[in-house]
């Protein structure tokens, strides 16, 4: 029974994509909050909740025993940015056409408003133009001057909008 359980917490086989960004990530702006944790045992915690965890060149996959959550990622040899999902709702009149109208998370209290004209306000405060590639399913967000600019992939599907933004993540300290 005692091998039994020295053995649980013993390290599994990662590929070499996964140990690179094995460790405890944290957002830029908050470098002692822990979002992320990849272990070297395979488990992960991500927002608090418990996972299994895997990855390739693009994704990290991770597992709770009946969710699947399949994020994408940039590893830049020091940083990562990690593509969150989150889910807007058009709060527009009519029909949405595109990106253009207002889109809405409620639960986060997040927002985008496209114009027809090429501009964007994230948030109510943050403005700046954009441009789409439809083939890639991205567009590209250029701040006036709060932010870098940044590419998300988005996928609309009648009034719903999923986003995957990337949030620049660092080593937690």
């Given at each position: 029974l005692l091998l039994f359980l020295a053995g649980c917490g013993t390290a599994v086989e990662l590929s070499d994509e996964a140990k690179a960004i094995q460790g405890e990530w944290a957002y830029i702006h908050d470098e002692a909050t822990t979002v992320l944790a990849?272990?070297?045992?395979?488990?992960?915690e991500f927002h608090e909740e418990?996972?299994?965890w895997d990855c390739d060149?693009?994704?990290?996959y991770l597992t709770d025993g009946g969710e699947n959550l399949t994020l994408r990622y940039l590893w830049d040899d020091e940083d990562i940015y990690l593509y969150e999902q989150t889910v807007y709702k058009y709060d527009g009149e009519g029909e949405s056409d595109g990106l253009v109208g207002?889109?809405?998370c409620a639960e986060k209290k997040w927002e985008f408003?496209?114009?027809?004209?090429g501009t964007f306000k994230?948030?109510?405060y943050f403005p700046g133009y954009y441009t789409v590639d439809e083939t890639a399913g991205t567009f590209k967000l250029i701040?006036?001057?709060q932010f870098e600019?940044?590419?998300?992939?988005?996928?609309l599907s009648g009034d719903e909008m999923m986003l995957e933004y990337p949030w620049h993540m660092v080593k937690a300290k």
């Open positions: 990849l272990k070297n045992s395979g488990k992960a418990k996972y299994t060149d693009t994704y990290l207002k889109w809405t408003e496209f114009t027809d004209k994230e948030d109510g701040y006036n001057d600019d940044t590419v998300c992939y988005y996928h």
